[in-house]
C-alpha cells in the first residue's frame, strides 16, 4: 500500500484521526472471520487478553474492539475499530488476519479497507484465501509519533488457531466448541480471570507458514503513514522472535479457545395444562391497553432496554452496533438533563462499564409514523457532548439511507466528540432473531425472555412495524407511471426509488434473520460504491420502463434471485437462473429440473436457454409436468439454462396489510424462495476417476514379455 494520487481515495493518509475502523469484505456464503492483534516488539500478542476475535471481542484495554458481522449492498463485511489513543506504550505493532472456514469449497475473494473516524479510505488491499487458510492481513506499526500501515503478510495454515499460535497466544489443545455463551469461567465483561505463567511463546508450536503466492496485493507499496508529516517509512512487517531466543514467559489467562460456539436454536415451551385454545398464555410484555403514540413509544423502549440490559448475548450485539465496548450493561429510562433555560429528556439512557471506562450514549425512540427531527437530535447532541457522554442513538422505523448513514441530517461540527447512531426497528429485530436463532443464548431464562420481545416487537400495535409505508409520493408517481408522464427531474420520483431501496435492505434483514445467512443485494461494482450512480440507474428505470428491481443473493443457494416491481402492470415478478448440467441429453436435462420443483406451483414459468439462439422456450410448469417436449426445441438442441419466473399481483397502497405495496413484495419474494429457489441444487460435475488399472500378471510370468 502506498500513498496514491488524490482522485484515488483507498490509499489516503489522514494524520489527524486516532480511531481507525479495519473493515473486511467478501461476498458469497464463506464464513470468514476477522481477528486483530496488539503486538510487542518481537510480534507476539502483549497479553492473550489482546488477541480479539469472535470468542474475545474486546483487548484488554478495550484500543481493539470486534464489531461484529453486517450484510451490506456489495456483501458481508466484518470491523474492528481501533482506538490509538488507548494503544499502551509496550505496543510495538496491531496485526489483523481473515481465517476462512474449513468446509470452504472454493477460494474467497478478500477485500481489507483501513478507514479513519469520518469514513474516509486511508489504505486498501485485496487477497484470496482458501479453504482452511487464513490471510495474514497487514496491520498498523508505530513509526515516530505516528503510525503506518503494513500491507499483506502472506498466510498461515490451521485457520483461526494457526493465527492465534502465530501471535503467539497460547491455544486450548483438543478443544470443543461450547454454547454461546456458556464460559463458566468468564465474568460480566466477557472475559476469564487471569492465571498462571503460561509456557513461553518460544515452546509453542510452530503453524506451516505459506508463501503469499496467491495474494495479489493491491497498492502494496511504500506503507501509507498516519501520524507523521505525510512521510512514510517503509518497513518490514516485525517477524516473530528469532528461533532459539524466546520471549521471556509473560502472565496469562488459561489457554484461549478458538472453536467457535456452539448455537442452539431456541424453542418456546408450549403450553401443557390450557384445556382448549381459547386460553391464551399470559405474556410478559402485554400488547393490551396500548392507545396513544406517547405510550407506545414508553412500552417500546421500557421492553427494549430491559431486555438488552437482562440478555448479555443480545445487549452486546446491539451495543456493539453503536461503538460501545463489551462490559457490564445498564439501562435508564428518562433521565432529565440541563440545556440551557429546558430541560431535555431522551427516551433512554445506556451505560456500558468496562475496567475504570464508562461509555454512555442517550437513546431517542420512535414508533409507528413518528420522525425524527433535526432540532431534537441536535440538542441531544449538545447535551452527551456537554456531559462528556460517547453517543447519541436513535431509533425509529425509518431505515438509513445506507450502512453508517443517518436519516437526519445535523451540523457535522456537533459530531467532533459524539457519534450519531441510527437503528432501525427492523435492525433491533433482525438482532434479537439472529441472537436467539442462530447465535444462541445459553440461558433458558434469558432465552425466553428475548423470545418475548420477539413477539411483542413483531405485533402491529406495538408500533415497532419495520418498513411499512412507501411515503405519500408513491400514489402521484404511480400514477404518473401508468400515465406515461413521468420525468426524472420530479423530486417524487427520487424519493420513491429511496423508499424502494429501504425496502429491499428491510427485506434482507427479514430474510438474514430467518435463514441464519447473510442475504445481500448483488450490484455492479460502481453502482455498489457510488451512491448516485445507484440513485441514477434506478430512476432511470422507473421513468423509462415503470420497474423498480433488485437483485438478491442468498449464500448456498442455487442462483439469485431478481424481484421486480412492474408498476405499470401492478405485478410483482421473481426469477432464478442455473446452468442446465452438462452431461446427459436435453430430456435428461430438463427431468433433472422437474424433479428439483415437483412441489413448486403450477404458475411457475419456465424458460429453457439453447446455445447460439436468442430465442428460448416457454412453458408454465403445469404443462411442462404434463409433456416435458413443451421445453425443448427440437429432439436435437443442447439445453444450456433454465430460468424460472412467476409473477403475483403487486399491491397499489403506500401502506397496511391488504393491497399494499410492501406486503406484497415481501410475500412475492419469500414464497418464491420457499416454493422455487429453497429446493433447487446447482449441478455439480461428477469427481475425475482414475483409469481402471490393468489386470495383474499370473505369478511367475512378470519378465516373459507377455
Known amino acids: 500500500m502506498g500513498a496514491s494520487t488524490p482522485e484515488d481515495p483507498r490509499t489516503t493518509a489522514v494524520t489527524r484521526s486516532d480511531r481507525l475502523v479495519l473493515v473486511l469484505e467478501w461476498t458469497g456464503a464463506a464464513e470468514v472471520d476477522l481477528a486483530g492483534a496488539l503486538l510487542r516488539p518481537d510480534a507476539t500478542v502483549v497479553s492473550d487478553l489482546d488477541f480479539v476475535f469472535y470468542n474475545q471481542p474486546e483487548s484488554s484495554g478495550g484500543a481493539l474492539r470486534s464489531m461484529g458481522r453486517a450484510v451490506t449492498e456489495a456483501g458481508v463485511e466484518e470491523r474492528m475499530t481501533v482506538d490509538l489513543a488507548e494503544v499502551g506504550g509496550a505496543v510495538a505493532s496491531l496485526a489483523f488476519a481473515a481465517a476462512l472456514d474449513d468446509g470452504t469449497a472454493t477460494p474467497v475473494d478478500l477485500r481489507w479497507i483501513v478507514l479513519d473516524a469520518a469514513g474516509e479510505a486511508l489504505a486498501s488491499a485485496e487477497t484470496v484465501v482458501t479453504s482452511g487458510q487464513a490471510a495474514l492481513l497487514g496491520g498498523l506499526r508505530r513509526s515516530g509519533d505516528g503510525w503506518v500501515v503494513q500491507p499483506p503478510a502472506g498466510f498461515v495454515a490451521e485457520g483461526m488457531a494457526g493465527v492465534a499460535t502465530h501471535f503467539g497466544v497460547a491455544v486450548e489443545a483438543d478443544e470443543a466448541p461450547v454454547p454461546a455463551g456458556e464460559d463458566e469461567d468468564a465474568d460480566e465483561t466477557g472475559s476469564a480471570p487471569e492465571a498462571e505463567v503460561a509456557t513461553a511463546v518460544g515452546d509453542e508450536p510452530e503453524p ?85 403514540t406517547v405510550e407506545q413509544e414508553k412500552r417500546a423502549t421500557s421492553a427494549l432496554m430491559a431486555t438488552a440490559a437482562g440478555v448479555k448475548t443480545f445487549g452486546r450485539g446491539l451495543t456493539a452496533l453503536a461503538g460501545a465496548p463489551a462490559g457490564h450493561l445498564e439501562t435508564f429510562l428518562e433521565v432529565q438533563f440541563d440545556h440551557g433555560a429546558v430541560k431535555v429528556i431522551p427516551d433512554a439512557v445506556i451505560r456500558v462499564a468496562r475496567g ?25 447532541l449538545d447535551v452527551a457532548r456537554n456531559e462528556g457522554f460517547d453517543a447519541v442513538i436513535t431509533l425509529s422505523n425509518e431505515l438509513s439511507p445506507g450502512a453508517g448513514e443517518h436519516p437526519v441530517p445535523v451540523d457535522k461540527r456537533r459530531l467532533r466528540k459524539v457519534s450519531l447512531v441510527h437503528w432501525s426497528w427492523a435492525e433491533v429485530l433482525h438482532e434479537a432473531q439472529m441472537t436467539l436463532n442462530h447465535r444462541g443464548v445459553a440461558d433458558p431464562a434469558q432465552a425466553w425472555v428475548l423470545h418475548e420481545l420477539v413477539r411483542y416487537l413483531k405485533h402491529p400495535r406495538s408500533g415497532a412495524s419495520g418498513f411499512q409505508d412507501m411515503g405519500a409520493e408513491w400514489v402521484p408517481v404511480r400514477e404518473a407511471v401508468k400515465s406515461g408522464t413521468l420525468r426524472t427531474s420530479d423530486p417524487k420520483a427520487v424519493a420513491v426509488t429511496e423508499s424502494w431501496n429501504r425496502l429491499v435492505r428491510h427485506l434482507c434483514l427479514e430474510l438474514t434473520a430467518e435463514l441464519g445467512v447473510a442475504v445481500s443485494v448483488v450490484q455492479a461494482r460502481k453502482a455498489a460504491t457510488d451512491v448516485r450512480s445507484r440513485g441514477a440507474a434506478a430512476l432511470q428505470s422507473l421513468v423509462d420502463d415503470g ?144 483409469p481402471e488399472e490393468p489386470e495383474p500378471l499370473p505369478t511367475g510370468l512378470e519378465g516373459a514379455g507377455l
Do not use: C
Not at 258 to 275: I, W
Open 356 to 380: 475504570g471506562r464508562t461509555w454512555t450514549a442517550l437513546l431517542e425512540v420512535k414508533t409507528g409514523t413518528g420522525q425524527l427531527g433535526a432540532d431534537q437530535v441536535e440538542a441531544y
Open 547 to 690: 420497474l423498480l428491481s433488485a437483485v438478491l443473493k442468498v449464500p448456498g443457494a442455487a442462483g439469485v434471485i431478481t424481484v421486480t416491481a412492474d408498476v405499470r402492470l401492478e405485478k410483482v415478478r421473481t426469477s432464478v437462473q442455473l446452468a442446465a448440467p452438462r452431461e446427459g441429453g436435453s430430456q435428461r436435462r430438463v427431468s433433472w429440473l422437474l424433479r428439483q420443483v415437483a412441489d413448486a406451483p403450477d404458475d411457475v414459468l419456465v424458460e429453457v436457454g439453447f446455445p447460439g439462439r436468442t430465442e428460448s422456450t416457454k412453458a408454465l410448469l403445469g404443462a411442462a409436468r404434463e409433456s416435458s417436449a413443451v421445453l425443448l426445441a427440437d429432439s436435437t438442441s443442447e439445453v444450456l439454462s433454465f430460468r424460472l419466473h412467476r409473477a403475483t399481483p403487486m399491491g397499489t397502497k403506500r401502506s397496511g396489510v391488504k393491497g399494499a405495496f410492501i406486503p406484497s413484495v415481501n410475500l412475492a419474494v419469500e414464497q418464491f424462495y420457499k416454493l422455487v429457489v429453497q429446493p433447487l441444487r446447482a449441478w455439480v460435475p461428477p469427481a475425475p476417476k482414475l
Open 208 to 292: 506451516t507458514v505459506l508463501d503469499p503466492v496467491d495474494a495479489d496485493p493491491v497498492d502494496a507499496d511504500p506503507d501509507v503513514a498516519l501520524g507523521d508529516a505525510g512521510q512514510a517509512e517503509p518497513g518490514p512487517v516485525p517477524a516473530r522472535a528469532a528461533q532459539g531466543a524466546p520471549p521471556a514467559p509473560v502472565t496469562r489467562r488459561r489457554a484461549v479457545r478458538t472453536a467457535a460456539a456452539k448455537t442452539q436454536k431456541f424453542v418456546p415451551p408450549a403450553s401443557r395444562l390450557a384445556p382448549s385454545e381459547d386460553w391464551v398464555p399470559a405474556r410478559l410484555f402485554s400488547i393490551s391497553g396500548v392507545g396513544t
